[in-house]
């Protein structure tokens, strides 16, 4: 095959794609990685990071790349602080939920920072949901299994964006105390949520 015609068919098998595609799906089409590698070295693509590819960055925002990448994770901690406008500052590096059993080398790349919370299959999906996020969709888990899991893991949390999570939650009008002590139970954390929720409800 000419290596114009190759690069019509990445470059098609990228928009099949949604804009990135895996070098599995390309050694499906016959396109071995010493292809690969002459197109990413005419700049005819771009590596986003090992084994998938994109014709241009430009395409994505920040979001939607962490959106595409990471279909299976959730947003956590203070990235799901931040998405339900409870935190005001972007976090550094995006908090993710995902199953304790996934590679950890999918999480090994300079843009976006990425920031993994291996998480136990079964714990991964109490309290999951969805939101449209800066222009695209993310699984994140709801404010009431988003505020256990600050609790949980408030040592690793600066102490501010700890309390504003606090304050955040006792001010959302559309909070639900009742999922939030059956998650408390589950996530082991329900003399936190009656010592420092529970007072002021």
């Not at 990071?49 to 979001?63: A, I, P």
């Not at 003399?191 to 529970?198: A, D, R």
Request: hydrophobic fraction near 35%.
């Amino acid at each position: 095959m000419k290596m114009e015609d190759i690069k019509a068919l990445v470059l098609k098998a990228i928009e099949d794609n949604g804009g990135i595609v895996k070098k599995e799906q390309l050694s499906k089409l016959g396109i071995d990685y010493r292809r690969i590698v002459e197109l990413l070295n005419s700049g005819d693509i771009v590596r986003v990071k090992n084994g998938y590819y994109t014709d241009k960055l430009e395409r994505f925002s920040e979001e939607q790349l962490v959106a595409v990448l990471f279909p299976d994770a959730k947003l956590c901690m203070e990235s799901a602080l931040y998405a339900y406008g409870y935190i005001d500052q972007k976090p550094y590096g995006w908090r993710l939920a995902v199953d304790k059993n996934t590679s950890k080398s999918r999480f090994k790349m300079e843009y976006p920072k990425i920031v993994p919370y291996y998480t136990e299959p079964e714990s991964l999906e109490i309290g999951a949901t969805t939101i449209e996020f800066k222009g695209a969709t993310f699984g994140i888990y709801d404010k009431e299994r988003m505020i256990c899991d600050c609790l949980k893991y408030e040592s690793k949390m600066d102490h501010e964006d700890f309390k504003a999570a606090l304050q955040g939650y006792i001010r959302d009008a559309d909070k639900d105390i009742s999922t939030l002590l059956e998650y408390a139970r589950e996530r082991k954390v329900i003399k936190k949520v009656q010592s420092l929720i529970g007072v002021w409800l």
